[in-house]
């Protein structure tokens, strides 16, 4: 009996470590479960992150729009010949020549040198090669380069232009579905001022995606000053310097008369005037 009693007692032992077992497992998967739940929040965290990476991506330097502008003044020997090589350079870069102005020596009256003027539009990627150009056709004695970066003006115009259409369509749908002429009269004069809205945007975009693509050069040529040119030696040039310093002091007194002409009118009358009467008293008084 006392032997059957501990077998009975070691049975519910075992029965009862059994049901403490199953417990715990059912309790593991339990959490196994929560476990299931938790990584798809995790693979939503995470989705977000990598949306927050797109979204610096798309503000890193690959999707980044900047507008380039640059200003040379080089000096050349002749604008005209060298107006040419900048334009040719431009064409063999794939841009063009937006404008052109060309003036001759003496054109505006004076003794102004020759000089040329040209705005050309090159491709973003080509402008470095273009002003590397500039150096062969010339002397460089002016650079400037500036960039702007417009990314955030050109979300915000392909977000509006987005929503412009979606609003665009969603009028069309109402007009479709109009029973009356008045919701069919309001819904064309919305589409009439959005669609006018969403041309001006789009050309405002369009603009502002060539002004990224091309960028704008502005190129003055000016010609080279005038050599010095140095006094001969010997007879030759003693006559030279001779004649050079004579018409020099034939000028400064001629100058000098010029200033002293409209004194001598002013003072000299008077002066002469009291002379001649002075001599005609003197002559009376004999």
């Given at each position: 009996?006392?032997?059957?009693?501990?077998?009975?007692?070691?049975?519910?032992?075992?029965?009862?470590?059994?049901?403490?077992?199953?417990?715990?497992?059912?309790?593991?998967?339990?959490?196994?479960?929560?476990?299931?739940?938790?990584?798809?929040?995790?693979?939503?965290?995470?989705?977000?992150?990598?949306?927050g990476?797109?979204?610096?991506?798309?503000?890193?330097?690959?999707?980044?729009?900047?507008?380039?502008?640059?200003?040379?003044v080089?000096?050349?020997?002749?604008?005209?010949?060298?107006?040419?090589?900048?334009?040719?350079?431009?064409e063999?870069?794939?841009?063009?020549?937006?404008?052109?102005?060309?003036?001759?020596?003496?054109?505006?009256?004076?003794?102004?040198?020759?000089?040329?003027?040209?705005?050309?539009?090159?491709?973003?990627?080509?402008?470095?090669?273009?002003?590397?150009?500039?150096?062969?056709?010339?002397?460089?004695?002016?650079?400037?380069?500036?960039?702007?970066?417009?990314?955030a003006?050109?979300?915000?115009?392909?977000?509006?232009?987005?929503?412009?259409?979606?609003?665009?369509?969603?009028?069309?749908?109402?007009?479709?579905?109009?029973?009356?002429?008045?919701?069919l009269?309001?819904?064309?004069?919305?589409?009439?001022?959005?669609?006018?809205?969403?041309?001006?945007?789009?050309?405002?975009?369009?603009?502002?995606?060539?002004?990224?693509?091309?960028?704008?050069?502005?190129?003055?040529?000016?010609?080279?000053?005038?050599?010095?040119?140095?006094?001969?030696?010997?007879?030759?040039?003693?006559?030279?310097?001779?004649?050079?310093?004579?018409?020099?002091?034939?000028?400064?007194?001629?100058?000098?008369?010029?200033?002293?002409?409209?004194?001598?009118?002013?003072?000299?009358?008077?002066?002469?005037?009291?002379?001649?009467?002075?001599?005609?008293?003197?002559?009376?008084?004999?």
């Open positions: 009996m006392r032997r059957l009693r501990w077998l009975l007692a070691l049975l519910c032992g075992v029965l009862l470590l059994a049901g403490c077992t199953s417990g715990s497992e059912e309790a593991s998967d339990e959490s196994g479960g929560g476990g299931v739940a938790a990584p798809g929040q995790d693979a939503g965290g995470e989705g977000v992150e990598g949306g990476a797109s979204g610096e991506d798309a503000e890193g330097g690959d999707d980044r729009q900047v507008v380039t502008t640059a200003d040379a080089v000096v050349v020997e002749d604008p005209s010949a060298a107006a040419d090589e900048v334009a040719a350079a431009a063999r870069a794939g841009g063009r020549v937006d404008q052109r102005n060309e003036q001759a020596a003496g054109a505006d009256g004076t003794d102004s040198r020759p000089s040329a003027w040209l705005t050309v539009r090159v491709p973003a990627e080509k402008l470095s090669a273009v002003l590397e150009e500039l150096e062969s056709i010339g002397e460089v004695r002016q650079l400037s380069q500036d960039s702007t970066d417009v990314t003006t050109t979300r915000d115009l392909d977000a509006r232009i987005t929503a412009l259409r979606t609003s665009v369509d969603r009028l069309l749908g109402i007009m479709a579905d109009a029973d009356d002429s008045t919701a009269i309001a819904a064309e004069s919305a589409i009439s001022e959005r669609q006018a809205e969403l041309e001006s945007l789009q050309s405002e975009r369009a603009h502002l995606a060539d002004q990224v693509a091309m960028s704008t050069l502005r190129v003055e040529l000016v010609a080279q000053d005038d050599p010095v040119v140095v006094n001969a030696g010997g007879f030759l040039g003693g006559l030279r310097t001779g004649w050079d310093a004579l018409v020099s002091a034939v000028d400064g007194l001629l100058v000098g008369l010029g200033v002293l002409l409209p004194w001598l009118v002013v003072v000299g009358l008077p002066v002469a005037a009291v002379l001649w009467f002075a001599r005609r008293r003197r002559r009376t008084a004999g």
